[in-house]
């Protein structure tokens, strides 16, 4: 059954303090490696998809990395507003259509 | 942008009642899914349409059922509510399948 993982479940920074969240997953083959960012109460935003071992993505402060078998997104130097929950999702390649999400991070951003 | 319209935004029901969630797919979207996001948690993958045909299952209950129609948008269907049922339920829609889906605001569902 394909499954992910995530953790921290909760972190909190200050603004300024780059760090990394972790998506770890186990997939019966992989399509596409999906972050997303959640506000509360609002439908997830898409921000990145991975779809090769070593590929890597880039938007403004975030950056997210692949392996075979987890995914990195990178926050630098983060600000109040990067505050939300952030959610790793994995597609495979039998299912070719659903998302399997993690739990998600939770993070908070202290000014 | 247009993005994914999702209708109502708020709903209540009672228990045993019926009620029916609308999604707009973004312009030229073929493919429409629909997943259940409980207090806490992470959202559920309830059933997916590519060309008005049902393309993939998740835990979708039996009391749920969901179409998609010419125009492309989608309706769920959920009877006999169940007070469990209480959610927030996303429509995604892409172009094609196995590319990147995006999200409507949710529809937040609250049995009582």
């Known amino acids: 059954e394909d499954q992910v993982t995530q953790s921290p479940e909760a972190l909190r920074l200050q603004e300024g303090e780059s760090s990394s969240l972790n998506c770890s997953y186990t997939?019966?083959?992989?399509?596409?490696l999906f972050w997303y960012r959640q506000d509360p109460g609002k439908g997830p935003e898409f921000l990145f998809t991975?779809?090769?071992a070593g590929e890597e993505k880039e938007k403004e402060r975030l950056k997210a990395t692949l392996t075979k078998k987890e995914s990195f997104l990178h926050i630098t130097a983060p600000k109040p507003e990067d505050s939300a929950t952030y959610l790793c999702?994995?597609?495979?390649?039998?299912?070719?259509?659903?998302?399997?999400f993690g739990t998600g991070t939770r993070l908070l951003v202290s000014p | 942008a247009a993005g994914v319209i999702q209708s109502p935004r708020h709903l209540i029901k009672e228990k045993r009642e019926t009620a029916t969630l609308k999604c707009y797919p973004i312009?030229?979207?073929?493919?429409v899914y629909w997943y259940q996001q409980g207090p806490g948690q992470d959202p559920q993958f309830l059933i997916s349409?590519?060309?008005?045909?049902?393309?993939d299952k998740g835990s979708i209950p039996d009391r749920f059922s969901a179409q998609q129609f010419s125009d492309y948008h989608s309706e769920l269907n959920m009877s006999s509510l169940e007070l469990g049922d209480s959610a927030l339920y996303f429509c995604?829609?892409?172009?094609?399948?196995?590319?990147?889906?995006?999200f409507g605001q949710g529809t937040r569902l609250t049995v009582v």
């Open positions: 991975l779809y090769s």
């Open positions: 312009p030229r979207h073929d493919t």
């Open positions: 997939v019966s083959g992989l399509r596409g």
């Open positions: 995604a829609s892409s172009l094609g399948r196995g590319v990147e889906a995006f």
């Open positions: 349409f590519y060309e008005k045909m049902q393309s």
């Open positions: 999702a994995v597609q495979a390649s039998t299912g070719f259509q659903k998302l399997v």
